[in-house]
């Protein structure tokens, strides 16, 4: 089944600490996108990359770097992690044949990140 | 204030009740409206989206956008316990790429 993965699903990290997350997906889709869920302010879109050259800021960028090491792989780092990064991180895909300007995305299953 | 206000809820209702869900935007560039469903645990997944204004329907789940009043709605009829989740309202432009304005989302409980 086409899907989106997310590893880890789960990180405790210390201040400081450089951690990666990884994203995977076998939908064959172009774009892909990278947000943090927080209570109270929703989703918030950190990078997005339409192929593999292509790689855009989101609205909260700082402190993040990601890279788009395939088109079905696309990684976010936090270089120095700080306690504000404590959040749920989802990656996710859409595709310009398929959603056109509607722009659905598809979420992969999200990751649970402390960082203490 | 925020471009898509939605409240957080929760809202809690009898299994069978008819559930309205909403969402007001201030974006009049807005043309594409989603309902996304986030159980548990888990990634948002798209339960419908409908372009402009008008109505969808989907088995028992109704959108609806009014765009002069700028507010957005879902409806879900004979609500059953599996419905219990957290419905996220978004929105984008038309045109090229368009980022997605989400909300914040509504918990929702169907209590059996």
Known sequence: DADVTQTPRNRITKTGKRIMLECSQTKGHDRMYWYRQDPGLGLRLIYYSFDVKDINKGEISDGYSVSRQAQAKFSLSLESAIPNQTALYFCATSDLRTSGSANEQFFGPGTRLTVL | ?112
């Open chain 2, 1 to 112: 204030q925020k471009e898509v206000e939605q409240d957080p809820g929760p809202l809690s209702v009898p299994e069978g009740a008819i559930v309205s869900l909403n969402c007001t935007y201030s974006n009049s560039a807005f043309q594409y409206f989603m309902w996304y469903r986030q159980y548990s645990r888990k990634g948002p997944e798209l339960l419908m989206y409908t372009y402009s204004s008008g109505n969808k329907e989907d088995g028992r789940f109704t959108a609806q956008v009014d765009k002069s009043s700028k507010y957005i709605s879902l409806f879900i009829r004979d609500s059953q316990p599996s419905d219990s989740a957290t419905y996220l309202c978004a929105m984008s432009p038309r045109g090229g790429y368009q980022k997605v304005t989400f909300g914040i989302g509504t918990k929702l409980q169907v209590i059996p």
